[in-house]
Nanobody
Framework: QVQLVESGGGLVQAGGSLRLSCAAS????????MAWYRQAPGKQRELVAR???????NYANSVKGRFTISRDNGKNSVHLQMNSLKPEDTAVYYC????????WGQGTQVTVSS
């Protein structure tokens, strides 16, 4: 059974940094597209960053230059380094994986205070 478990969320002041991690079990992440999505209260879930099996990355315009997605195939995990955080980054962040099906983590709350 495939499971994705996020960690690393929390409360941080504007301008601060957080590093989110997503640990996968039941499959090897190295072969799959992985991504981070987020959903703020009252808003639709949106793509934040995506990384292909080959390491190619895509970012939402709102986070380019501030966030970095990476994968650690040895630890079967993917990370999201978030720098220069803004109050508008406040959301629940979800890990996502595409293999033979789409899988979601349970989400981790990120709150950025002004």
């Amino acid at each position: 059974q495939v499971q994705l478990v996020e960690s690393g969320g929390g409360l941080v002041q504007a301008g601060g940094s957080l590093r989110l991690s997503c640990a996968a079990s039941g499959t090897a992440t190295s072969s799959h597209v992985m991504a981070w999505y987020r959903q703020a209260p009252g808003k639709q879930r949106e793509l934040v960053a995506r990384i292909s099996s080959g390491g190619g990355t895509n970012y939402a315009n709102s986070v380019k230059g501030r966030f970095t997605i990476s994968r650690d195939n040895g630890k079967n995990s993917v990370h999201l380094q978030m720098n220069s955080l803004k109050p508008e980054d406040t959301a629940v962040y979800y890990c996502w994986m595409l293999s033979t099906a789409v899988y979601w983590g349970q989400g981790t709350q990120v709150t950025v205070s002004s």
